[in-house]
């Protein structure tokens, strides 16, 4: 089963949404561990609490035990099949809603699932990035989604209307500017090498030369930074962070 990585660039830093705000737990259950660990790892760093299972016992204790606000079920378990899954966790009054991870086509399977109580449902091979909209579709839907506003210091990123402001004031930014300030801002106070810049920014399997990242930089803090205090640092021969501090 081939996944297609994409690159990731919606929703809110975890280290940024209020205290009040927690967030989102997604449980991710696919008996296949490097698929559930991809998934889990991708919504990570779109600032998603996860945890995974591979059988359908797992996944019905762990959801007992971590009250995910959505549920990631693939179709086809050892022990048991998702929407069999699914039914037992609507029988123990689990309300999560739940989005279908299928191999199958056939229109019988994808109404058997939404009958049993999913919301929706997503077709191997997939996309992270078509995953992860359809989450936050049902999310949304389901009033249970994290807010799209990402804050930092006196910078407001807002995923929603795709704009940013420094200190009250509107910031334009290229698309790529904007992947760039946005991962960063979701990775506030960590060091992050370019290398990871460019694997979340431009592409998983992006084979240019790393200058690309010093120059967006450049590009970022002449926007960013031109107001007092800069939040865009180097960290010599590691990367770059953002933080309020030189």
Known sequence: MKVVPLPLWRGPARDTVPVSQPPTRVLVVDDESYLADLVATALRYEG????????????????????????????????????????????????????????RDATEDKIAGLTAGGDDYVTKPFSLEELILRIRAVLRRTKSGPASVITFADLEIDDDAHTVRRHGQPVELTPTEYKLLRFLAVHAGKVVSKRQILDHV??????????????????????????????????PRIGY???VSG
Not at 51 to 67: D, K, L, Q, R
Not at 72 to 93: A, F, H, K, Y
């Open 48 to 103: 998603f609490d996860t945890a995974t299972a591979g059988t359908s016992a797992e996944a019905i204790s762990t959801a007992a035990e971590f009250a995910p606000d959505l549920i990631v079920l693939d179709v086809m378990l050892p022990d048991g099949s998702g929407v069999q899954t699914c039914e037992r966790l609507r029988r123990n009054g689990n309300e999560a809603p739940v989005v279908f991870l299928t191999a």
């Open 241 to 243: 962070v953002m933080r």
């Open 202 to 235: 431009w592409e998983y399997d992006f084979g240019g030369n790393d200058a690309v990242v010093q120059t967006y930089i450049s590009y970022l803090r002449r926007k960013i930074d031109s107001i007092d205090p800069p939040l865009i640092h180097t960290v």
